[in-house]
């Protein structure tokens, strides 16, 4: 693989990390702003995060885009969505376990940019018993996974079809956004706007728990399928 090959590739895993990123930041905003009694800054902050998603989804389309008209190989592009669902794991994971440092950060975040001053909100400290997988979370986010990734994958096996087939992603993602807002963000909804924090944060460290093993799941599925397509006769 040469350099400049290898390059673009980078730059595709860390445009896919920063279009779903902007997911874990809209919620960690709900949740701090709910904790800091300031959730009328929620809408604003949100705005902000989903910048990143807007950003990273606009260069992902275009590389991806360039990728399939010059005939990319199928093998390449798995590869490079298996090192990215991986590493969104692990991101996921890491905000997970460390949820008082995306706290302290975001809380840093607010006072220095809106030049307020916010309550100190008690140290929150995970326990362990919360980090139990949420089904309907794990399932829809590996969907929202597949839906952005899965139809660029198949349009590079069918070049003929390739418009109609990245169309399938938005009916796959639309499908998973109805879901995760009539119930998933519902629930959690109704627990940032109780006045108890534990169960905030509870809820948001089992949330991202459970979206880095839907992560976890769509990078392993996807490995085995390039592994079964590389040695396939």
Same mark, same amino acid.
């Not at 998603?53 to 990319?72: I, K, S």
């Given at each position: ?7 673009? !590739? ?19 905003? *709900?949740?701090? /702003? ?16 989903? @910048? ?17 008209? /010059? ?11 298996v090192v990215f669902c991986f590493l969104l794991a692990l991101i996921?994971?890491?905000? $997970?376990?460390?949820?008082? #440092?995306? +706290? ?9 940019y809106y030049q307020i001053n916010v309550n100190n909100a008690q ?10 997988? /949420? ?21 590079? +096996? !069918?070049?003929?079809?390739? $418009? ?7 009916? @796959? ?9 009539? #119930?998933?963000?519902? #629930? @959690? ?10 169960? *905030?944060?509870?809820?948001? $460290? ?8 839907? $992560? ?18």
């Open positions: 693989m040469h350099l400049i090959e290898l390059s673009a !590739f980078l730059l595709l895993v860390l445009m896919l990390l920063c279009t779903f990123i902007g997911g874990l930041l809209e919620f960690a905003v *709900k949740v701090t /702003t709910s904790v800091l009694g300031v959730p009328n800054l929620s809408t604003h902050l949100v705005s902000l995060s989903l @910048l990143f998603n807007r950003l990273g989804a606009a260069v992902v389309l275009l590389m991806v885009g360039y990728f399939l008209d /010059t005939g990319l190989d199928s093998i390449k592009l798995i590869g490079s969505y996921y994971f890491y905000a $997970a376990f460390y949820v008082p #440092r995306t +706290f302290f950060i975001l809380r840093g975040f607010i006072q220095k140290e929150y400290q995970p326990r362990l018993n919360i980090y139990r997988p /949420t089904l309907d979370v794990m399932i829809i986010f590996l969907l929202s996974i597949f839906g952005f990734l899965l139809p660029s994958v198949a349009a590079s +096996f !069918f070049p003929n079809y390739r $418009a109609t087939l990245l169309q399938t992603g938005f009916v @796959l993602n639309s499908v998973a956004t109805l879901y995760s807002t009539f #119930r998933i963000e519902k #629930r @959690l909804a109704l627990i940032f706007n109780a006045d108890d924090n534990i169960p *905030k944060w509870d809820v948001y $460290a089992a949330f991202l728990y459970s979206r880095g093993l839907g $992560a976890l799941l769509g990078s392993l599925f996807l490995f085995l399928y390039a592994f079964w397509i590389w040695f396939s006769p």
